[in-house]
T-cell receptor, first 116, second 114 residues
Framework: KAGVTQTPRYLIKTRGQQVTLSCSPISGHRSVSWYQQTPGQGLQFLFEYFSETQRNKGNFPGRFSGRQFSNSRSEMNVSTLELGDSALYLC???????????????FGPGTRLTVL | AQSVTQLDSHVSVSEGTPVLLRCNYSSSYSPSLFWYVQHPNKGLQLLLKYTSAATLVKGINGFEAEFKKSETSFHLTKPSAHMSDAAEYFCVVSDLDAGNMLTFGGGTRLMVKP
C-alpha cells in the first residue's frame, strides 16, 4: 500500500499571503490529522478530520483551517501568513476501528513551509 | 490531560553499545504510548506501540520499550546501537479522552559514534 503523501514538499511564501497544503491518506484510512513541527515548540496538534468533519482541534488561531473530502483527502489552509508559521507541517492518517481503542497514526513526509 | 516528558534532549552512544532513551508520561486514563523516529528531512516512522496487551513491547530494528505504570515510564532500549540509528526519537501519548490527538514529548536526539 502506498503511504501518506503530502504536496507540495516545499513552499516559500511571504508574510500576508495564504497557503494550501494537501494530504492523501493511506488507502482505506478515514481519519486525517495535521501537526506543526517547529524547533521552538516541537510537534503540536492542529486538527483532525474524520468523515469530512473536524473532530478535534488544537490550540491554534483561526487562520489555520482545514477540510476533508469524500475520498478522505485533506487540505489545510493558513491565511495571512506570519513569520512564525514557518514550520514542517505533517499529516497523519489512521484507520479508525470502532471499539479498538487508539489507532496508530502513519505520517507523511511533511511540507516544509518558509515564510519570508 | 495528557503529557509526555523526555528526560534527555541529547544522548550519545558508541556503535555497538546499548541505547536507553527515557520517557515519562501523564494521562488521566489508560493511555496508548508510542515511540516514533524521525530521520533528517523525513516524516515520522512508527517504532512501536503499547496498548495494554503486554508491558514489554517489541518494535522494528531491534528496539523495545517497557511500560511501567507504577513509574509512569515508557523507556526505549536497544541492546546494540548502529550508525543508522542516529535520528530524533519522540515518545508520544494518547488516551481515549483526547480522541485521536497525539501529544508528543520534546524529542531526544540520538548520536552514534563510530
Amino acid at each position: 500500500k502506498a503511504g501518506v503523501t503530502q504536496t507540495p514538499r516545499y513552499l516559500i511564501k511571504t508574510r500576508g499571503q495564504q497557503v494550501t497544503l494537501s494530504c492523501s491518506p493511506i488507502s482505506g484510512h478515514r481519519s486525517v490529522s495535521w501537526y506543526q513541527q517547529t524547533p521552538g515548540q516541537g510537534l503540536q496538534f492542529l486538527f483532525e478530520y474524520f468523515s469530512e468533519t473536524q473532530r478535534n482541534k488544537g490550540n491554534f488561531p483561526g487562520r489555520f483551517s482545514g477540510r476533508q473530502f469524500s475520498n478522505s483527502r485533506s487540505e489545510m489552509n493558513v491565511s495571512t501568513l506570519e513569520l512564525g508559521d514557518s514550520a514542517l507541517y505533517l499529516c497523519a492518517s489512521s484507520l479508525v476501528t470502532p471499539g479498538r481503542g487508539i489507532d496508530t497514526q502513519y505520517f507523511g513526509p511533511g511540507t516544509r513551509l518558509t515564510v519570508l | 490531560a495528557q503529557s509526555v516528558t523526555q528526560l534527555d534532549s541529547h544522548v550519545s552512544v558508541s556503535e555497538g553499545t546499548p541505547v536507553l532513551l527515557r520517557c515519562n508520561y501523564s494521562s488521566s486514563y489508560s493511555p496508548s504510548l508510542f515511540w516514533y523516529v524521525q530521520h533528517p528531512n523525513k516524516g515520522l516512522q512508527l517504532l512501536l506501540k503499547y496498548t495494554s496487551a503486554a508491558t514489554l513491547v517489541k518494535g522494528i530494528n531491534g528496539f523495545e520499550a517497557e511500560f511501567k505504570k507504577s513509574e509512569t515510564s515508557f523507556h526505549l532500549t536497544k541492546p546494540s546501537a548502529h550508525m543508522s540509528d542516529a535520528a530524533e526519537y519522540f515518545c508520544v501519548v494518547s488516551d481515549l479522552d483526547a480522541g485521536n490527538m497525539l501529544t508528543f514529548g520534546g524529542g531526544t536526539r540520538l548520536m552514534v559514534k563510530p
